[in-house]
């Protein structure tokens, strides 16, 4: 129901945007997670319906922004200046509304950044 494209390869300082379509119903909560090599999975960002709430991890603020398009029902990520510790495997997630829990995963897009 998740479909995430975007990822490749960047040199450090780069950008890159990844995208996620939803299909078949929409969503209360987008987030990107990212899993680095022997790494546990960490959320990256999330936003909710009207995009209105927005929640960044440290490591990305200033530098990634979370957006959605609820007419297209997808969910992007602009990464700019791109460090090499950001290199992992990224994936999009959902969850409805007033659930904890993210039950539904796009499969993971590769971004690595080179120094």
């Known amino acids: 129901q998740l479909q995430a494209s975007g990822g490749g390869l960047v040199q450090a300082g780069g950008s890159l945007g990844l995208s996620c379509a939803a299909s078949g119903r929409s969503f209360y909560t987008l987030a990107w997670f990212r899993q680095a090599p022997g790494k546990e999975r960490e959320i990256v960002a999330r936003?909710?319906?009207?995009?209105?709430?927005?929640y960044y991890t440290d490591s990305v603020k200033g530098r990634f922004t979370i957006s959605r398009d609820n007419a297209k029902n997808t969910v992007y990520l602009q990464m700019n200046n791109l460090k090499p510790e950001d290199t992992a495997v990224y994936y999009c997630?959902?969850?409805?509304?007033?659930?904890?829990?993210?039950?539904?995963w796009g499969q993971g897009t590769l971004v690595t950044v080179s120094s």
């Open positions: 936003i909710n319906w009207s995009g209105s709430s927005t």
């Open positions: 997630a959902a969850r409805d509304h007033l659930t904890a829990q993210y039950h539904y």
